[in-house]
């Protein structure tokens, strides 16, 4: 009989035993799903705080733009009213109609991709088949006379120099 109450007591014992594992596997579950639970709502913080200050670059970015827009409008409503006179469309007519004469009468070719201050171009003679390429320095005391001369010179009876290699006629 005694050892059926140390069994009955030590089966009773380990029932408790077993009933409190039961219940620290249960907090343990819980604390651990609670652990997730806040893991998770922290990551969804995080990218709510980076998402909002995105929204917050993306607008300071757009009422810029807006702002450069208004600009860009006023701008364009500015440009918008302004018109070449009569007078000066005629002088530009003019200044036109000069230049394809002065092309046709002298051969001469000008290049205005070049500098304000350099007189740049060739001289062509169709009739001699001639190319005679120019770059004269205004600033450098080069003036209209420098190309009237070199003008006359492709175009005059001893020209080319048959040992000028630069100036030799196009074959």
């Known amino acids: 009989m005694g050892v059926d109450i140390k069994e009955q007591w030590f089966l009773n014992i380990v029932e408790q035993l077993d009933a ?28 709510l705080a980076h998402e909002m200050k ?13 702002r450069r827009g208004g600009e860009l409008d006023r701008v364009c409503s500015a440009l918008s009213t302004l018109s070449i006179t009569d007078s000066d469309k005629q002088r530009l ?20 991709s070049a500098p304000p201050n350099v007189a740049k171009g060739f001289i062509k003679n169709e009739a001699r088949k001639l190319l005679q390429p120019f770059e004269i320095d205004m600033t450098a ?3 209209s006379e ?23 006629p196009i074959n």
């Open 20 to 47: 409190f594992c039961n219940q620290v596997d249960e907090k343990i579950a819980k604390e651990q799903q609670q652990l997730k639970e806040c893991r998770k709502k922290t990551e969804l913080e995080t990218k």
């Open 54 to 66: 995105l929204n917050l670059e993306l607008s300071e970015r757009l009422s810029e733009l807006s």
């Open 93 to 112: 007519d003019n200044a036109k109609e000069t230049y394809q004469l002065a092309k046709e009468l002298t051969g001469i070719r000008l290049d205005f």
């Open 141 to 143: 005391g080069g003036n």
């Open 146 to 168: 420098a190309l009237w001369n070199l003008l006359q010179a492709t175009t005059g009876p001893g020209w080319p120099q048959l040992t000028d290699k630069e100036n030799r």
